[in-house]
């Protein structure tokens, strides 16, 4: 089955930049999508086909794939983005929905 | 706005079963496809099933294939989830969302806890 591979955590400071990676065998063609968990809350989408954000999610967040890794890049980081991140794609080969492991991100 | 509503978690015990439901609103329900997605507290999120938009293709991660059904009642805009022979590694909150026609999910529910113990 197809594998998604994220570091744990990654921790930064507000204002800087954070960068979460997502790792996955020729990730880079598929379609990613990147869902931000609040702390009890439901997953929220923050950024679909790799690129693209939902209206209401800030500029801020943004996204790339490429090869075997996709990366979702969050500039200004504020408290409010401290969360669960979790990257998705559908795995065609054997029609089933895979996600990441997960990264915490801390502020 | 769209809203999801899912209900009808709980305490279960091995071996028992528990049907989900998750009520939609906001949007044209019999026009797009749905999916589970599971969480066990402090985990990672898990795909669970698919219905397409007249349940007529369903398809079910391997962990719950054969044991869980997916289904849905597009005149009440509800979806379902059936969920019989639990197992403790059943114990998730389960959250319904919506496909946005790429297998990506654009809403989800707040989620409804499922507890299988003895």
């Known amino acids: 089955s197809y594998v998604l591979t994220q570091s744990p955590s990654v921790s930064v400071a507000p204002g800087k930049t954070a960068t979460i990676t997502c790792g996955g065998n020729?990730?880079?063609?598929?379609?990613v999508h990147w869902y931000q968990q609040r702390p009890g809350q439901a997953p929220v989408l923050v950024i679909y086909?790799?690129?693209d954000r939902p209206s209401g999610i800030p500029e801020r967040f943004s996204g790339s794939n490429s090869g075997n890794t996709a990366t979702l890049t969050i500039r200004r980081v504020e408290a409010g983005d401290e969360a669960d991140y979790f990257c998705?794609?559908?795995?065609?080969?054997?029609?089933?929905?895979?996600f990441g492991t997960g990264t915490t991100l801390t502020v | 706005e769209v809203q999801l509503v899912e209900s009808g978690g709980g305490l279960a015990q091995p071996g028992g079963s528990l049907r989900l439901a998750c009520a939609a609103s906001?949007?044209?329900?019999?026009?797009?496809?749905m999916h589970w997605v599971r969480q066990v507290p402090g985990k990672g999120l898990e795909w669970v099933s698919r219905?397409?938009?007249?349940?007529?293709?369903?398809i079910y991660a391997d962990s719950v294939k054969g044991r869980f059904t997916i289904s849905r009642d597009n005149a009440k805009r509800t979806l379902y989830l059936q969920m019989n022979s639990l197992r403790v590694e059943d114990t998730a909150v389960y959250y319904c969302?919506?496909?946005?026609?790429?297998?990506?999910?654009?809403?989800w529910g707040q989620g409804t806890l499922v507890t299988v113990s003895s």
């Open positions: 219905s397409n938009s007249d349940a007529s293709g369903t």
């Open positions: 969302a919506r496909d946005d026609g790429g297998n990506c999910f654009d809403y």
């Open positions: 906001g949007f044209t329900f019999n026009a797009h496809w």
């Open positions: 020729d990730i880079g063609t598929k379609s």
């Open positions: 086909y790799n690129t």
């Open positions: 998705q794609v559908w795995d065609g080969r054997s029609d089933r929905g895979v």
